[in-house]
């Protein structure tokens, strides 16, 4: 069934267009699949040579009630052959045979089959291997939301695990939990550990009254505690609402213009981030190379903790920086991991006012654009451009596919969104689509970057903010298409000479079998 096939009434005539991007006027309403579309008429004149058609995806459209079923993306029909299975290509068990390479130390645990001990965790984690089920569901009534400590990356140099989780439900009372110390004592071996809050020490004595909390240091000796604070969702929310009001003003001459971008407070949310991610990644890589493990949270772990947790693994691992590296990160820290994107994504991200709901927040274009600013200053060091990142943001909010459906792997399985719809990971590998994608100057940096947050290093993301101010093509310049080109023709010549090495050792090895069969015994 087409979701055409359930539009009652797809006209309605002499609608009436008050405030928008364009002047007030008179025109049709057209309902279709996936757009309404307003078409400008005029009483007993012509319609105006300028008075274009206005298409709306039906997800940017404020104040409307619909099922989650009825998303464009279950009824969505793929034009391209699926090469390859975007829903398959991230899988627990291939990820985990590789970790084996490395350590022996995790296991992967079924406690949440039936999603029964933590609703917003996938059925199947890695956990650490001496650690039983039994004490994983204690600790999960321990933290919030049943966010028990789980594996989130091993870095293979230093030995160090990542884990993430929610914040500890100590409260007032300073309630203990002994199962849940020993989970993270059993990644202790030589040296202490690090728990990272991505809250500042007000959230986290505020959230203690209201029965969360911190790690107290007497019941968590082995461990050091940091504070990164990241700000929350409604901040970031609030910082991008005035981010889009100043450059919608843009005077480039202007001092108070400027002012107005710092106050904003969008760019010191990236900043932030990113100062987070630096500290995780610093301890992870210390100049001693030592395993030391650290644990992120925040609150409930759902925000913050993914940013900064992402953002580390970017910095420390060059495959993280290739396509199917950084579709890794977001499939399992950001889906997989729980981020709520259907509540955080609900409107359009520069939506506001009573139109928005509480829960919704910017959260994921903050990690974007985090990744943005590492691109800037390490150009050559990612497989993907910033192409691939505007691609992510937008499809984050209104996609004809279902990866960023849902707010958790329950939502996805109890609606059937693994199996009715089309992974967008699909659609990316697929060679027509995934070359519009690549960094043609790509240089693999082995080991960690280290990118500046300093006020200067950080920059507007110009293609993002002013994208309506300015045509497509105007942000290219002579010399970019030069460049481009140049890189261009060097690529095609690279798979040439590549091509004829392979032909000329496949040729060796011909030579090399009528040798042996023409040579005497």
Known sequence: MELSELIEVTRVRDA?????????????????????????????????????????????????????????????????????????????????????LSTDAFRISSVNENFAICPT???????????????????????????????????KETKSPLVRCSQPLIGPTNRRCREDETILNSMITVNRGYIIDTRSKSSATAAKAKGGGAEPQGNYRQWRYIQCPIPRQREIHDALTRMVDVCSERKVTSDRWVSRVGQAGWLSSVAASLEAAANVAQCIYNERLEEVPVVIHGGDGLDSTLIASSLAQILLDADARTIR??????????????????????????????????????????FLDAVHQMIAQYPMSFEFDENFLIFLFEHAYASEFGSFLGNCEKEKKDNGIRKKTVSLWSHVHHPE?????????????????????????????????FRWQRPDNSWSTPETETIQSLADHWKLREKELIAKASSLRRSVVELSRELRVLSPM
């Open 325 to 366: 590296g950084f579709e890794s990160v977001i499939e399992r820290e950001w889906i997989c991991g729980g981020h709520p994107f259907s509540l955080r994504n609900n409107h359009c991200a520069y939506a506001e006012g009573t139109v928005t709901g509480p829960f919704e927040s910017p959260v994921f274009l903050v």
């Open 121 to 155: 965790y996938p059925e199947k984690l890695i956990v650490p291997k001496g650690i039983g089920d039994d004490y994983l569901k204690i600790s999960a009534t321990f933290r919030e939301g049943g966010r028990f400590p789980v594996l989130s990356y091993f870095h």
């Open 16 to 100: 009436f267009m008050r405030k928008g991007p364009r002047p007030a006027q008179v025109g049709d309403i057209c309902i279709f699949g996936h757009h309404l579309i307003f078409a400008p008429t005029t009483v007993g004149k012509e319609v105006p040579d300028n008075a274009e058609e206005f298409w709306l995806l039906h997800k940017a459209v404020d104040r409307v009630l619909y099922g989650f079923l009825h998303d464009y993306a279950f009824f969505y029909n793929s034009p391209f052959t699926i090469l390859d299975d975007g829903w398959s290509a991230f899988d627990l068990e291939q990820e985990f045979a590789r970790l084996m």
């Open 433 to 465: 689509n995934m070359k519009q994608f690549v960094n043609v100057c790509y240089d693999p940096t082995p080991g960690v970057i280290w990118p500046s947050i300093a006020p200067q290093c950080i920059k507007i993301w110009d293609r993002l903010f």
